[in-house]
């Protein structure tokens, strides 16, 4: 099943963009749903590149949900647009291909798109629907933190 959300950023897709690389943005963003424990490598990256990262997921921070490797990909980049893939999948989750895209619309302002597939047998109508919310509290997460200038990302755990 797929869910696709998009929303309008009133920052410079470039900004966007270089946000987007950088796990401390993927913390930010999922807090407080979401916590990742980095298991291998021990320690994400700063900035993501391509390549596999075992995760330990924890619902609301605390509650575990299982282990989740993220697999990054970076498709192919046009003019007027940014992607970056991960193809993961865990122990819960045997498939969440989620791609980002970034497209400019103006000098000060981007589109960001969350799209994912999601499969996990049975429990596919369930994933699918905490991807949903998942996803809408990451777009929320999003705007409030271009509205504070990024200010948030100065700390030293998600706010």
Known sequence: MRVKLSC????????????????????????????????????LPERWAEGRYLVRLRMLGVLPIGTQWIVITTPE??????????????????????????EPLSPTRCRYTDEVEVRAGVLTPFVWVVAQLFYRHRQRRWRALVASGFAALAKDRPA
């Open 77 to 102: 980049r046009g003019p007027d647009r940014y992607r970056v893939r991960d193809n993961g999948h865990g122990s819960l989750v045997s498939t969440w291909d989620h791609l980002v895209t970034i």
């Open 8 to 43: 309008l950023l009133d920052v410079p897709a470039e900004r966007a963009r270089a946000e987007v690389q950088t796990s401390r943005l993927l913390d930010h963003v999922a807090w407080p749903l979401q916590a990742f424990e980095p298991v291998d490598p021990p320690v």
